[in-house]
Protein backbone atom coordinates (compact mmCIF):
# COMPACT_ATOMS: atom_id res chain seq x y z
CA UNK A 1 0.00 0.00 0.00
CA UNK A 2 0.99 3.24 -0.64
CA UNK A 3 1.41 6.49 1.04
CA UNK A 4 -1.67 8.65 2.56
CA UNK A 5 -3.35 11.03 -0.51
CA UNK A 6 -5.30 14.14 0.23
CA UNK A 7 -7.55 15.11 -2.67
CA UNK A 8 -9.20 18.69 -2.38
CA UNK A 9 -11.31 20.51 -5.00
CA UNK A 10 -10.96 24.10 -5.30
CA UNK A 11 -13.04 26.82 -7.66
CA UNK A 12 -10.68 27.71 -9.71
CA UNK A 13 -6.87 27.91 -10.97
CA UNK A 14 -5.68 30.93 -8.23
CA UNK A 15 -7.56 29.37 -5.58
CA UNK A 16 -5.33 26.08 -6.39
CA UNK A 17 -1.77 28.23 -6.45
CA UNK A 18 -3.05 29.39 -2.94
CA UNK A 19 -4.04 26.29 -1.67
CA UNK A 20 -1.17 24.05 -2.90
CA UNK A 21 1.24 27.10 -1.70
CA UNK A 22 -0.10 26.33 2.08
CA UNK A 23 -0.66 23.16 1.83
CA UNK A 24 3.09 22.51 0.87
CA UNK A 25 4.01 25.02 3.51
CA UNK A 26 2.10 23.33 6.11
CA UNK A 27 3.60 20.01 5.68
CA UNK A 28 6.25 17.69 4.32
CA UNK A 29 4.43 16.42 1.70
CA UNK A 30 4.66 16.38 -2.31
CA UNK A 31 1.86 17.44 -4.89
CA UNK A 32 0.46 15.34 -8.27
CA UNK A 33 -0.41 17.54 -11.28
CA UNK A 34 -3.09 19.33 -10.72
CA UNK A 35 -6.59 18.53 -12.42
CA UNK A 36 -9.78 20.26 -13.66
CA UNK A 37 -13.19 19.76 -14.52
CA UNK A 38 -15.86 22.10 -16.38
CA UNK A 39 -19.00 21.34 -14.56
CA UNK A 40 -21.91 20.74 -16.70
CA UNK A 41 -23.67 24.00 -14.80
CA UNK A 42 -20.12 25.95 -15.43
CA UNK A 43 -22.42 29.02 -16.67
CA UNK A 44 -24.39 29.03 -13.51
CA UNK A 45 -21.40 29.13 -11.25
CA UNK A 46 -18.76 32.26 -10.13
CA UNK A 47 -15.86 30.40 -10.78
CA UNK A 48 -16.39 27.68 -13.85
CA UNK A 49 -13.63 25.69 -13.45
CA UNK A 50 -12.73 23.54 -10.52
CA UNK A 51 -9.55 22.24 -9.90
CA UNK A 52 -8.56 19.20 -7.64
CA UNK A 53 -5.04 19.44 -5.75
CA UNK A 54 -3.73 15.87 -5.10
CA UNK A 55 -0.75 16.01 -2.16
CA UNK A 56 0.78 12.87 -1.12
CA UNK A 57 2.71 11.51 2.56
CA UNK A 58 2.13 10.67 5.59
CA UNK A 59 -1.32 10.53 7.11
CA UNK A 60 -0.14 13.19 9.56
CA UNK A 61 1.38 15.53 6.84
CA UNK A 62 -1.74 15.08 4.65
CA UNK A 63 -3.98 16.03 6.96
CA UNK A 64 -2.14 19.17 8.38
CA UNK A 65 -1.89 19.97 4.40
CA UNK A 66 -5.32 19.58 3.59
CA UNK A 67 -6.28 21.58 6.52
CA UNK A 68 -4.08 24.53 6.04
CA UNK A 69 -4.96 24.14 1.93
CA UNK A 70 -8.87 24.38 2.62
CA UNK A 71 -8.25 27.43 4.80
CA UNK A 72 -6.69 29.25 2.28
CA UNK A 73 -8.83 27.92 -0.45
CA UNK A 74 -11.98 29.21 1.31
CA UNK A 75 -10.11 32.80 1.57
CA UNK A 76 -9.86 32.85 -2.54
CA UNK A 77 -12.80 31.36 -3.83
CA UNK A 78 -14.11 28.20 -2.53
CA UNK A 79 -13.65 24.24 -1.65
CA UNK A 80 -16.40 22.08 -3.19
CA UNK A 81 -14.62 18.90 -2.02
CA UNK A 82 -11.72 17.16 0.08
CA UNK A 83 -10.77 13.32 0.95
CA UNK A 84 -7.91 11.74 2.55
CA UNK A 85 -7.27 8.19 1.51
CA UNK A 86 -4.85 7.02 4.07
CA UNK A 87 -3.45 4.17 2.63
CA UNK A 88 -3.95 4.34 -1.20
CA UNK A 89 -3.87 0.90 -3.01
CA UNK A 90 -1.38 -0.08 -5.67
CA UNK A 91 -3.61 0.02 -8.67
CA UNK A 92 -5.06 3.38 -7.53
CA UNK A 93 -1.51 5.29 -7.68
CA UNK A 94 -1.29 5.66 -11.48
CA UNK A 95 -5.07 7.12 -11.52
CA UNK A 96 -3.18 10.20 -9.46
CA UNK A 97 -0.97 10.99 -12.45
CA UNK A 98 -3.88 11.52 -14.71
CA UNK A 99 -4.72 14.61 -14.97
CA UNK A 100 -7.13 17.19 -17.88
CA UNK A 101 -4.54 19.22 -18.16
CA UNK A 102 -2.28 16.76 -20.25
CA UNK A 103 -3.35 17.17 -23.84
CA UNK A 104 -1.72 13.15 -24.31
Known amino acids: MGK ?9 LVAAFVACDAGCKAADV ?18 PLIVAIKFRGSVDAVEAAMEAAKQAAENVTGVVASHI ?17 DKN
Do not use: H, Q, S, Y
Open 85 to 101: ITRTEEDTEPMLKLNAF
Open 4 to 12: ATGILEVFG
Open 30 to 47: TVENFDKNKPGNADELEV
